[in-house]
C-alpha cells in the first residue's frame, strides 16, 4: 500500500515539474529571424540591445544582398521579417504569397553615392572622371543587389556604362564593395549614402540625382511562413518609431513620410 502511494506521489511530482516547465518555457523570451539588406547592418544592431530588453525578444539577424535574401525566403529558410533595399524582391515574394501582403509598408529611403579610394579621392570627383583612370569601379551585381541595379541605371542614363563596362568589378553586396574601395582593390565604388558614413579611408564624392535611378525605396513585411508573427510584428512596428528613425537618420537613411 505505502509503495501503491508512494508512487501515486512521484508521478503526480512529476506532472507537476513538468506543467512548471511548461509554463517558463511559455514566458520565456522569444526569438524572431529578421532577414535585412546588408546596407542596413550599422543600424539594425545599434537598434537591437534596447528592443531586446525592452521587449524580451531576441533578434537573429541574417544580413545578405536583397535578391539572396529573397531566394532563401523562396527556399524555405528560417524568417519571420524582410527588410529589402529594393521593391522588385519584395514584389517577387508577394506575388508568391511568401509575404504579409497586407502589413506591407515601405520603411526608408536612401540615395545613391559614388565613393572614391583614398588615393584617388582627389582624382575622382564625379562617374564621368572615371573614364580616364586606368582603375576599376565597384557595384553590386545587378541582378542580386539593388544598389548594383541603381547604379547601372544611373550609368545608363549619365551615358556612362558602356564607357565604363571594362572597368567594373561585381560584388555580392554592397558591404563588399565597401571592402574593395577600402582596400584600394577599387578606384571608386557606388554604394547607398548610408554605407558612406561608416567609412574608414575612402570618402563620398558625388551623390547621383535621384532622377537618373529607380526610387531607392526598403519595403518591409513580415513573412507569410513566420512562427511568431505577433513578434516579429512587433519589431516591424518598433522599426517605425520615431526612436528608430532617428537611428536610421544618423546612418544616411531618410525617413517616409506617413
Not at 526569438?31 to 531576441?58: H, M, W, Y
Not at 529589402?84 to 509575404?99: F, V
Not at 525605396?217 to 512562427?227: E, F, I, K, T
Request: proline share 3%; with cysteine.
Amino acid at each position: 500500500m505505502k509503495r501503491a502511494f508512494s508512487i501515486i506521489v512521484l508521478f503526480l511530482s512529476i506532472l507537476f515539474l513538468s506543467g512548471c516547465t511548461q509554463n517558463i518555457k511559455d514566458t520565456g523570451s522569444k526569438d524572431i529571424t529578421v532577414c535585412a539588406a546588408a546596407s542596413l547592418r550599422e543600424a539594425l544592431e545599434e537598434l537591437k540591445p534596447g528592443f531586446e530588453q525592452s521587449r524580451n525578444i531576441k533578434l537573429s539577424f541574417n544580413f545578405a544582398s536583397s535578391g539572396t535574401l529573397q531566394k532563401q525566403i523562396e527556399e524555405g529558410a528560417p524568417a519571420d521579417l524582410f527588410i529589402s533595399a529594393g521593391r522588385k524582391q519584395m514584389d517577387a515574394l508577394e506575388d508568391k504569397g511568401l509575404i504579409d501582403k497586407a502589413g506591407r509598408r515601405d520603411l526608408l529611403k536612401n540615395r545613391l553615392v559614388l565613393v572614391a579610394a583614398k588615393e584617388y579621392k582627389d582624382i575622382i570627383k564625379t562617374a564621368a572622371e572615371l573614364i580616364s583612370p586606368d582603375a576599376k569601379i565597384s557595384i553590386g551585381e545587378p541582378e542580386t543587389v539593388p544598389a548594383g541595379q541603381y547604379a547601372k541605371e544611373s550609368l545608363t542614363n549619365l551615358s556612362l556604362w558602356d564607357k565604363l563596362s571594362g572597368k567594373l568589378v561585381f560584388a555580392k553586396d554592397v558591404k563588399q564593395v565597401l571592402a574593395y574601395v577600402e582596400s584600394g582593390e577599387a578606384a571608386a565604388g557606388i554604394v547607398y549614402a548610408s554605407d558612406a558614413t561608416v567609412l574608414k579611408d575612402s570618402c563620398a564624392v558625388q551623390t547621383f540625382e535621384e532622377s537618373t535611378h529607380s526610387p531607392i525605396v526598403y519595403p518591409a513585411a513580415v513573412v507569410s511562413a513566420s512562427r511568431d508573427k505577433a513578434s516579429a510584428e512587433s519589431f516591424f512596428d518598433y522599426l517605425m518609431s520615431d526612436e528608430a528613425q532617428q537611428v536610421f537618420g544618423k546612418y544616411g537613411f531618410t525617413a517616409i513620410s506617413r
